[in-house]
C-alpha cells in the first residue's frame, strides 16, 4: 500500500459479507496481522465490544511499519493507550490521531498530551455550520427519496452483514 502514489482501502471486516463490501474495500477481509503490517496509515472504525476492547495492542501496533499512522476516531478503549504510549514513546509512528480515549479527561500530565506527534481533536471534530444543514439536507433527502423510489440514497447496513 502506497498512499503517496493512490489511496489504497484494505480493511479487516470479519463480519460483513464478502459481496456486500464491492467497490468498497478491495480485498476483503485481509487478516489483521498482514493490515498492520503492510498499510501506511490505519484508520479504527467499529464498535466497542467484548471483541474489540483492547484489539489494538502492543502486538498489533509493534507490526505497523516505522513512519506509518494511526488514527482512532471509533471508541477510546479499542486501543490500549498504555501499548499507544510506548509504542509513540520508541518512535515507531509518524503520528496519532485521537478524537476517543478509553479514559476522559485525559490527565494532565498524559506524556501522549506532550508529544507533537500525537494530534487530539474532540469527537465532534466534524461540527460546523456546514456540515449541520448537510446533515439535515441528507437526512430530509433520504426520506424523500425513500417515499418515492422504495429505497433511500443513503443506505447504512442493507445487505452488508452476514446472517
Known amino acids: 500500500m502506497c498512499i503517496r502514489d493512490r489511496v489504497a482501502a484494505d480493511a479487516h471486516a470479519p463480519h460483513l459479507a464478502a ?7 478491495l480485498p476483503l477481509p485481509h487478516a489483521l ?4 503490517a503492510q498499510a501506511d496509515a490505519i484508520s479504527i472504525h467499529c464498535l ?3 471483541e474489540t476492547r483492547g484489539l489494538v495492542g502492543g502486538r ?21 493507550i498504555g501499548d499507544l504510549t510506548e509504542v509513540v514513546q520508541e518512535g515507531r509512528l509518524a503520528g ?13 500530565d498524559h506524556p501522549l498530551l506532550a508529544d507533537p506527534r500525537v494530534v487530539f481533536s474532540p469527537h465532534a471534530a466534524f ?19 425513500w417515499l418515492s423510489t422504495g429505497r433511500p440514497d443513503y443506505v447504512v447496513t442493507a445487505g452488508m452483514r452476514k446472517p
Open 96 to 108: 496519532v490521531g485521537l478524537d476517543v480515549l478509553p479514559t476522559e479527561p485525559v490527565p494532565g
Open 19 to 25: 459481496d456486500g463490501a464491492a467497490g468498497f474495500f
Open 60 to 80: 498489533l501496533l509493534r507490526l505497523m511499519k516505522p513512519g506509518s499512522y494511526l488514527v482512532n476516531t471509533a471508541r477510546g478503549a479499542i486501543v490500549d
Open 33 to 36: 496481522d498482514e493490515l498492520f
Open 127 to 145: 461540527y460546523s455550520v456546514e456540515s449541520e444543514r448537510e446533515l439535515r439536507r441528507k437526512a430530509a433527502q433520504n426520506l424523500v427519496t
Open 48 to 50: 466497542l465490544n467484548d
